[in-house]
Every structure is written in structure tokens, then in C-alpha cells.
């Protein structure tokens, strides 16, 4: 509207007609604004910032010329101008008057574009630095001498009866889920293989809880390797599953865990049974679901889909992970 304004405000003598005038400004306006947010919202987004260059610069250059030739039927037809409508008479007047001026004001506005992108990009990487800044320090503030606590359980291990398996099997399962959070997490990301694996121990910790009346399920797709995740993403919601989890006595309790991938989409659902009660005032499950939200808002911008279903007999979680 600023620029339709001004346009009319310098250019409206150069017309017989002041409704010449508003007319011409309002084609040669909603001619760049077109071509303006087709350049923001589909080339840059869709070509440019996916570094295809090459198909940016031949898109965006069909766009200037086509958009030139049609600017000019409409207002030959529309000032009954035949030399507007014969692109072949004096083509180099033709294209100093549409073509060139119309490269530079969609390119600045382009400028524009890619300029608050970048601010914003940079916001989100101040975010992200100050959560796993904050996530390390919480980790060095809760961390204990990791020798002793290792040398301390091999000595629990070796005093349990050889008889007892399952309670071996158990300290051995919890050593290997601490050796991961203490040894393997250095990196900014994981191999999905290693996070499946910490996961499964610590199911199966949970199951050694659980009498007959829980059932536990485990499933993850063949597909579901070569790639890599942020470390302990999934963890908190099978907490969650885990803690508020069903006691029924006539009816099943159960959590289900499903992992697949498709089409370059990693999908990760949880699914356990729950009572209808009302949590107290100020829980919010517990387990962290807000952080873990935050974190994929920071971590996979426009990447993910998280949905959360809260019944009454059921709660899950479904998350899509886009692996592109």
C-alpha cells in the first residue's frame, strides 16, 4: 500500500486521467507484489535456500521476463498503446523500462526476505547454544565420579547369588544404560541404533516392575538404522508412559512402543493405558514433556510433527521426524 501510494503520488501527471493513472499503479503494483511473495515464499524456501541455485536463477529469471511480457499486453490494451503490445519495436527501450526495473525491486525484496531469515536463524542458534549449554551444566552438576560409581556396582554385581539372573541381569542392564548417558553422549548427535538400545534396557528395567497384570511391547521396524538423532529425545516420553501407566485390576495395563521408518520420516509412538483421574495442580506429566517440546522446536525447526493424545483410558504420543 506504501509503494502503491507513492507511485501514484510522482507519476499521476504523467496521464491525461488521474483514473488512468490509479489504474496503471494498481497493474504495475500487483504485478511486483506477485511476483514479490512468489519469490519469498516459493523460490527462496523451495529452490534457493535448498542451495539449487541454478534452478533458482532459470525460475526466477522465466518469472521477470513472462511477468515483463504480460505487464505489457495488459497496459497496451489498457492505454491503447500499440507499441507496448509489439515486443519486437525497440526491444532494448522494452526491457531498460520493465525487465531491469523489475530484477531490482523483487531482488530488494528478496533482500528484505533473506535478511530477517537470517535473523531469525541466528536467534534460534543463540536459543539452541543456551539450551545445551544449560543441559551440560545440569549434566556436570549431577554427575558423580564415574569410576567409583562403576567399581561400586561391579562389587553389587558380584555379591548378588549367581542363581539370582534376573537381578544380575538387571544391574547389568542399568550399568550399560549409565555407561551410555556418561560415555556416548559427547556428540551434538547419535546413531538411532545406540538410543534404541538404551531404550530397550531400560523397558525392560521397567518390565521387571511389573507384575502379570502389565504387558509390554517393544516393536521397531528393520528399517529403523543409518541414521543418527539427538540423544535422549525419545526417553522422556516412555518415561511418561511408564509412570502413569494403568492399575486395573479387571481390565488390561499396558504400554506399546512402535518405531518405523518411511519415506525419509522416522515415526516414534508410545501408547499406554491410564486412569481417568485428575493430576494435581502444577503436574504437567512429570517427565519433562515441556523440554523435550522445546527441544524439538530448537532442534528440528519445520522437521517434526508432534501430536499428543490425552483420553480417558489412553494416552500417546506419535512424533515425525524428518530425516532430510
Known amino acids: ?65 513472462a511477468s515483463s ?67 551440560e551444566l545440569n549434566f556436570l552438576k549431577s554427575q558423580i565420579n564415574p569410576h567409583f560409581l562403576f567399581n561400586s556396582l561391579n562389587a553389587v554385581y558380584f555379591l548378588i547369588k549367581k542363581d539370582n539372573a534376573e537381578a544380575r541381569e538387571a544391574l547389568h542392564k542399568f550399568s550399560e544404560m549409565l555407561r551410555y548417558q556418561l560415555y556416548e553422549m559427547g556428540g551434538d548427535k547419535i546413531p538411532v541404533e545406540k538410543e534404541i538400545r ?21 516393536q521397531c521396524a528393520p528399517e529403523v ?15 511418561n508412559a511408564f509412570k502413569y501407566i494403568s492399575h486395573h485390576q479387571g481390565q488390561p495395563n499396558y504400554v506399546k512402543l512402535a518405531m518405523n521408518r518411511s519415506n525419509g520420516i522416522f515415526s516414534f509412538c508410545v501408547e499406554n493405558s491410564k486412569e481417568n483421574m485428575i493430576r494435581p495442580a502444577g503436574d504437567k506429566g512429570g517427565i519433562g514433556l515441556t523440554n523435550v517440546k522445546r527441544r524439538l522446536e530448537l532442534l528440528y ?5 508432534l501430536t499428543i493424545t490425552d483420553s480417558n483410558n489412553k494416552f500417546s504420543v506419535h512424533l515425525n521426524l524428518s530425516l532430510s
Open 1 to 65: 500500500m506504501l509503494i502503491f501510494g507513492l507511485w501514484f503520488f510522482f507519476r499521476r501527471n504523467d496521464y491525461s486521467k488521474e483514473s488512468t493513472a490509479f489504474q496503471v499503479t494498481l497493474v504495475k503494483v500487483v504485478d511486483l507484489a506477485i511476483m514479490v511473495y512468489i519469490t519469498n515464499y516459493l523460490l527462496l524456501p523451495k529452490l534457493f535456500y535448498k542451495k539449487k541455485y541454478a534452478g533458482f536463477i532459470l525460475v526466477f529469471s522465466g518469472m521477470i521476463i
Open 69 to 135: 511480457l504480460l505487464k505489457m499486453q495488459v497496459l497496451g490494451r489498457m492505454l491503447n498503446a500499440p507499441a507496448l503490445l509489439d515486443f519486437s519495436s525497440d526491444w532494448r527501450t522494452r526491457i531498460y523500462d520493465n525487465m531491469i526495473p523489475h530484477f531490482f525491486l523483487v531482488t530488494a525484496g528478496a533482500a528484505f526476505k533473506l535478511m530477517f531469515d537470517y535473523t531469525k536463524m541466528q536467534q534460534r542458534l543463540a536459543e539452541v547454544a543456551k539450551e545445551k549449554a544449560e543441559t
Open 198 to 218: 538404551y531404550l530397550h534396557d531400560y523397558v525392560d528395567l521397567q518390565h521387571l516392575r511389573k507384575d502379570e497384570n502389565y504387558t509390554v511391547s517393544f
Open 225 to 239: 538404522n543409518g541414521f543418527s538423532i539427538e540423544p535422549l529425545l525419545l526417553i522422556p516420553f516412555v518415561e
Open 301 to 305: 525447526p519445520g522437521k517434526h510433527e
